[in-house]
């Protein structure tokens, strides 16, 4: 197997969307896939799924296809979801219950297992029947409960300060929701996760793609008047 440290993340995220879509394959009763029905349901060309899996070692059979359910494992085992996650939430606002209330994340093994704010009057309160902690709290719960992953949904101000805290107990892995560039040290992973960005590039694609059709209307309607 080649050395998972020189894997582009591009292609770690295709696994994730490859082990989706050979779950929901599976649900149908589907056993065996060919490369080039799977990109077709997925987006991909059945050159880079195998382009992909050949990261990992060789898969399938020549002429017939990928076992479904066996690929799906190999690849919730090399994304490690094949296992259960503990993560601990900081913030405790409309963000962060949305993301507890969120069923996927226990579907894909990543259990919310201890939430911190540091709001007195959420403090002690139970959100999703886990009770709110004061952040102060972190080091103590990450070790008991041995969290793995970090969410943080807190204002960009105090972002910083709870990655710190964070790596300071620990955590190896940030997924961070807040709208502040963080700093982490070697040896951490930190996900960003900006709502907003994603949304004003939509809106660019809206806002261009009415543009670009402005001028291709404009171009025909010139084209006929040259014409008649």
Known sequence: MSDKRKIAEAVITRLSIYNRALGEIGKEGLEIISSDELGNRIGYSAAQIRKDLSCFGEFGEVGKGYFVQDL?????????VDRKWN???AGAGHLGSALLAYPGFKQWGFNIVA??????A?????W???????ISELAKTVKEQDIRIGAIAVPPQVSQEIVDMFTSCGIRAILNFATASI?????????????????EC????LTNEAEVRSEVLGKIKNSSGEGG
């Not at 939430?115 to 007195?120: H, K, M, P, S």
């Open 202 to 205: 939509l809106s660019y694609f």
């Open 72 to 80: 799906r494992d190999v690849i919730s085992h090399i994304l490690g």
């Open 128 to 134: 999703e029947s886990i009770v709110i902690q004061d």
């Open 183 to 199: 700093t982490v040290p070697e040896g951490v992973k930190l996900r960003n996760v900006d709502l907003a960005t994603e949304l």
């Open 122 to 126: 959420k403090i002690g309160k139970k």
């Open 87 to 89: 993560v601990a939430l």
């Open 115 to 120: 939430v911190f704010d540091n709001d007195l």
